[in-house]
């Protein structure tokens, strides 16, 4: 391709609401365009290039794994979404709207209902079976804060793939096959990952695993093991149990006046205990289907902080959300002496497991100004479960290592299914004794647009993307320095050719700007290698340069095409 031909417009401007590199260099070396500034992006020539690139490395390796490619509509029928009971439970960032003849619709933000819909008609036999169909597809959710480029959009492009199976076993047989192919597939594309424990939400079921790129930008919190490769999302992190060295306190149990003694902090220096004895009550209130709702009491030490989504699965709700002190009040509770102890009766109450049958223990006395000490909660009836988040510094529950925080950027996930949706749309078929079950399912997702903005949070500088080997938009950018200089261009436009002939995608910088503006073009956009023809060439040398690093080596210029070719046909 001629520079001069392209559509790249780059800019030196940073814009207004880009902090992070891949979505400043992805705008500013003209990949992609925002539209209206909400989470909705145009992909230029080049940026339509890299996801073409990513998109491919996508489906060789699922075709090589035996997945088959699909493409099913984007906007989907509300009447499914009810089916699945998802209709409801999915919250604002489903777009629903109705056409002239006032049905519903949704614009699809992931495409299980739509999938168990077309095999549901079409397969009736185990012979049939397994089946993993996949697509490459617009996915569209409302989100709250699309940011950070295409990190978070509101319309983006994923692989969605769905598996079907005749039995739990042939399922986790393939959702192992789905974790090494992504891993091929990451690899491939040059990233360091880590493939972590995911939280199953409130679906519950048991595999679920999400693939992170390692990044100090990355939104999500991985909890990784120092000593072994255990590795999980900070939403579903486990440890070994905490034991404390501080001797309990050994108070009777009793209710104390504790005037203005609200916070943890304030009662370790009133009690001078260790905050692990303490009982930390967080009221959060959980919402459900149909608009109903509920106060919910959690129960953790005071050492330990509440891990919100373990917190909403242990409860099976949508979502939870903050509750003030009037809404406490309200429910007969008192703001900041909360406890599970004596508690007025109908609230819900959640304790952590590792407190179950706890003793010497201090807590609120649901009082103003009051706490009890030496409390026990042997027998006290409460649903018990994990709650907590794991911190830094605990110790692994599968080899004891020290357990340390990392950021990741998570661009795929894989889930066992089971029948959570196969059930409910009657997905059945007819097993070898002739009898309808409904089949196993798994589902597989990658954030294919996601991973042009994390290929660039991992490899870039501070003058630009540095793409890797499988993603990059072209193999070789070639700068002629002065096309004036007849030499120079003919060289260039030689190099050119023989590169084409040879199958190598080349960005030729043939325009007429000065070589400044070229040179910084190209550090912009990031190709991985260069050919720089400049004055040098009337001592018969030009320049070959490796953007990592910017490492440039001096060449004979009648060599340059033989040292091209080798270097690019060695990957
Ligand atoms: P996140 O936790 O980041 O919101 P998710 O768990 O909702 O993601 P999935 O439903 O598992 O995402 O979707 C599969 C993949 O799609 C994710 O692993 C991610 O790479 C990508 N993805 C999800 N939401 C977005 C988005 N708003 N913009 C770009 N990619 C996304
Ligand atoms: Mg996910």
Redesign the pocket.
Known sequence: MRFSRLLVPTTKETPNDATLASHIFLIRGGFIQSVGGS?LYNFLPLGKRVLDKVRNVVKEELDKAGCQEVSLAFVTPASLWQESGRFEKYGKELLRFRDRKENDFVLGP?HEEMMVNLVRQSVKSYKQLPLNLYQINL?F?D?IR?RFG?????E?L?K?GYSFHASEEDMKREFDLMEETYKRIFTRLGLEFRVVEADSGAIGGSGSK?FMVLAGSG??TIVVCEGCDYGANIEAAVRQEKVCEAPAPTLANEKVHTPNVTTIEDLVAHFKVDPYYLLKTVAMRALYDEGKSEIVLFVIRGSDTLQEVKACNAVDANELIEVNDEELEEAGLTPGYMSPMGLPSGVRVVIDETLKGASDMICGGNEVGYHMTGVSLEGVDALYEDIVAVQEGDTCAKCGGRLRYTKGI????IFQLGTRYSQPLGCTFLDENGKAKPMEMGTY???V??LLAAIIEQHHDEKGCIWTEASAPFRLHIIVSNIKDEAQLALGEKLYEAMQAKGIEVLFDDRKDRFGAKMKDYELIGIPHAVVIGKKLSDGLVEFVTREGLVKEEVAADEIITVAEERLCSY
């Open positions: 989470g992931t996915k959710r989100e699309p295409l990190m978070r959009g509101r983006f994923m969605d999400e939104e999500d998570e661009v795929g996930h997702g990658i954030g647009s996601r």
